[in-house]
């Protein structure tokens, strides 16, 4: 403003003049320093998101809107897709973008509006249930391999159970399907879902049950963060596969049921094999076993080729044959050697004959009854020889004798007279009366008793 006529320029104030960037960056740090950090909720609209990664939109109301800033490394952690039109609640600091000269919400944390208090709702339920073990591992059920039968839990008109029934006639057209129709959102969701699951669990129809709803928002899915829920999924006498929203939706159902999948379609996945799958297993497995059936066969073939080839050199028509040719030569040989044997036998016999005839008893009797007989009649000869000299001797004796003998005497008359015990008597005094005596004639003896002595 130009200076007034009446004054004089020395006496004119100076002047403080702020430059455009200068009055920015002021009113950005008096923003920034007045205000701190503050909440915001509002709708979001004009959404964008450049190839840097940082997010750009505004919050309105009916009356107003606000520019915001979000930059990449916050809203890495925002668990939700946002879009435009849905009611969000911004945790931030008032800032100015000083090159336009335009304040802005620098957002540093981003949720859908009323999500706040459900979370801590979540949280403090999930501590509870888990502190009473709700969530241990160990008491996880196990699901079966080949279900016959599988229960579904879940709104008959939502498409969640579309998409399940597809899977499952898919993948394993041999198991049976029974809907347990229940709403999966509203006041009456958590009444139903937990008579369902009783009516399943006492009924025991099912091998396995699902429980499915689509997506939504937290609001939209808070039927399964219930506490009385939780407690019949864990009371049921099934194992339960909780299917519930997309798969950055966590629910307490997920956590107490036996099995979490991401999606309905991940739980009808999960429960049944794939048929596909099962068909390559058993082919491969008759791959393997047609493999070890011939694996087996050429080893029984050659085991079979080697047994008869020892059947072969071992059997009895061939041992037979060997036999009946061993037979042959050892009875040729024991011909040959009965034969030899006998000739040497009867050489020996011959010899032995030859030797006992040489030395037979009869011969040798033979012998000795020649020479006996040549003994004999020389022993006669000479007796004869050796008699007639002893008899001419004897004469020649006798007639010796007879000159000499007193029987030569008793011939003549004479007589020998003896006691009885032989004592000869040649004196009549030497004899008494009365006794026995003998007297030799030349024949003959007397017997005598002395009656008289002279």
């Known amino acids: 403003m130009p200076a007034s006529p009446d004054v004089p320029a020395a006496a004119a104030p100076a002047r403080d003049v702020y430059s455009v960037s200068r009055l920015n960056r002021e009113v950005r740090v008096l923003l920034?320093?007045?205000?701190?950090?503050?909440?915001?909720?509002?709708?979001?609209?004009?959404?964008?998101?450049?190839?840097?990664?940082?997010?750009?939109?505004?919050?309105?109301?009916?009356?107003?809107?606000l520019r915001c800033a979000m930059f990449r490394m916050k809203n890495a952690l925002v668990g939700f897709a946002p879009r435009a039109g849905m009611q969000v609640l911004v945790r931030g600091r008032i800032s100015v973008y000083e090159a336009r000269g335009e304040y802005q919400l620098i957002a540093e944390h981003l949720e859908e509006a009323g999500v706040g208090a459900l979370r801590r709702e979540f949280e403090r339920l999930k501590s509870k249930l888990a502190a009473e073990g709700l969530f241990a591992l160990e008491s996880k059920r196990a699901l079966p391999r080949f279900p016959r039968r599988i229960g579904v839990i879940t709104s008959p008109t939502g498409a969640a159970l579309q998409d399940v029934l597809h899977i499952?006639?898919?993948?394993?057209?041999?198991?049976?399907?029974?809907?347990?129709?229940?709403?999966?959102?509203?006041?009456?969701?958590?009444p139903a879902l937990v008579a369902a699951l009783a009516l399943a669990s006492a009924r025991a129809e099912c091998d396995v049950l699902i429980l499915a709803r689509g997506g939504g928002s937290l609001e939209d899915l808070w039927a399964f963060n219930d506490e009385r829920l939780a407690r019949a999924i864990r009371a049921c006498a099934l194992p339960v596969v909780s299917g519930v929203g997309h798969e950055i939706d966590f629910t307490i159902a997920d956590l107490v049921a036996d099995a979490?999948?991401?999606?309905?379609?991940?739980?009808?996945?999960?429960?049944?094999?794939?048929?596909?799958?099962?068909l390559d297993a058993v082919a491969r497995t008759a791959q393997r076993f047609a493999s070890g059936v011939r694996r087996e066969l050429r080893s029984h073939g050659a085991r079979l080729e080697a047994t008869a080839r020892r059947l072969k050199f071992a059997h009895p028509g061939v041992r037979l044959q060997q036999q009946v040719q061993r037979l042959d030569e050892l009875a040729f040989r024991l011909t040959g050697g009965m034969h030899t044997s006998l000739q040497r036998n009867r050489l020996r016999v011959s010899e032995g004959r030859t030797r006992l005839l040489q030395r037979s008893p009869a011969r040798a009797v033979h012998e000795w009854c020649v020479r006996n007989q040549d003994f004999e009649a020389r022993l006669r000869h000479a007796a004869v020889q050796r008699l007639s000299r002893a008899e001419h001797r004897l004469a020649l004796a006798r007639r010796a004798l007879d000159t000499v003998s007193p029987l030569a005497t008793l011939s003549r008359g004479f007589a020998i007279v003896t006691r009885a015990d032989g004592g000869l008597l040649t004196d009549a005094a030497s004899v008494g009366l009365g006794e026995q005596i003998e007297a030799r004639l030349a024949r003959g003896t007397l017997a005598a008793r002395v009656t008289s002595k002279k």
Do not use: M
């Not at 057209?173 to 509203?186: F, K």
């Open 168 to 190: 499952l006639a898919r993948r394993y057209p041999p198991a049976a399907v029974l809907i347990y129709p229940s709403p999966v959102q509203g006041a009456a969701a958590v």
């Open 260 to 278: 979490r999948a991401p999606t309905p379609s991940g739980a009808a996945e999960l429960v049944v094999p794939d048929r596909a799958a099962c």
């Open 32 to 65: 920034e320093r007045g205000l701190g950090v503050i909440w915001v909720a509002g709708e979001l609209s004009n959404l964008s998101q450049p190839a840097s990664g940082h997010w750009y939109f505004s919050l309105k109301d009916r009356d107003a809107q």
